[in-house]
């Protein structure tokens, strides 16, 4: 099986590598390989390389920034998904494409694979663009806070943009105090799981949605205190603040995420709580 993948220098691209590469040929497309953004880069870089499916990871994921920063976001999230999707079409191929629980608002929760996506910041709207551009023709794969336990454990410096756990950990090793929200839902997920999961949907492709999501949601003020534990920091480092108070001068995002699947009976998700008790 040959993957073609697009971020496989980002945060789950480079553990789905590391994982998954005694099984999978991956053919790595990163950012100084290709811009997805450039119809032509994209068109002319497929067609060189041979692939059997398109796991399409690179986005535009600076929530805050995507409001100042429009049209970059759209053209990454919606044209460059497009340009890569007529890509693989032309040349008979299959595509998964990593989406995101940004898609939904936040009200009525749970969220799984048949709630149909509110968006109500620019950067799930280009995710949910991007998922529009596929419609019924590709494997929609939608994840919820994505982390792993790497760089605590051995003690490193986080390298790119870290993930919530390891930047939380990051700032209470500091000592910074943290406002955290008491009065929202997060469902964190680990990268195994969604690498594990991801195998398994490789090898198994419909062009259906699914959702690869922790099996537990918490409160991100529960996240902050259990990892503040998990780490020896003092927990009251972690001050409750509530969604209203956060959400100043933010962009807009869901307040209650809580996304769960219908359809995952094929790899079993851990809950944040399972992970730092197993690592521990």
Do not use: C, W
Not at 111 to 126: A, L, M, Q, R
Not at 213 to 239: E, N, Q
């Amino acid at each position: 099986m040959n993957v073609a993948i697009t971020g496989p220098n980002g945060l789950i691209g480079s553990r789905v590598i590391k994982l998954l590469s005694d099984e999978i040929t991956f053919i790595p497309l990163s950012h100084e390989d290709l811009d997805i953004a450039h119809k032509e880069d994209v068109e002319n870089k497929l067609n060189d390389i041979e692939f059997d499916i398109l796991l399409h990871l690179a986005a535009y994921t600076n929530v805050d920034n995507a409001e100042l920063e429009q049209h970059k976001a759209r053209a990454i999230n919606v044209d460059g998904t497009r340009y890569l999707y007529d890509a693989v079409k032309q040349k008979g191929k299959k595509m998964i494409y990593i989406s995101t629980d940004y898609v939904f608002d936040g009200v009525n929760p749970p969220f799984d694979e048949e709630s149909v996506p509110n968006p109500i910041g620019y950067y799930g709207k280009t995710k949910y663009e991007g998922e529009q551009v596929l419609g019924n023709n590709a494997m929609i794969v939608r994840v919820s806070y994505p982390y792993h336990t790497d760089v605590i454990l051995s003690g490193a410096k986080s390298q790119g943009k870290p993930d919530i756990v390891t930047r939380l950990s990051q700032l209470l090793k500091e000592g910074k105090t943290l406002p955290m929200v008491t009065d929202a839902s997060i469902t964190p997920t680990h990268i195994d799981d969604i690498a594990e999961g991801l195998n398994y949907l490789i090898h198994n492709f419909k062009p259906e949605i699914y959702h690869l999501v922790g099996s537990k949601s918490y409160s991100p003020f529960d996240v902050g205190t259990m990892i503040a534990r998990y780490i020896g920091a003092p927990t009251d480092l972690i001050k409750p603040t509530t969604f209203e108070e956060y959400s100043k001068g933010k962009a807009p995002r869901p307040q209650y995420s809580e996304t769960i699947s219908k359809k995952n009976r094929f790899h079993k998700m851990q809950a944040l709580g399972e992970v730092i008790e197993y690592k521990m």
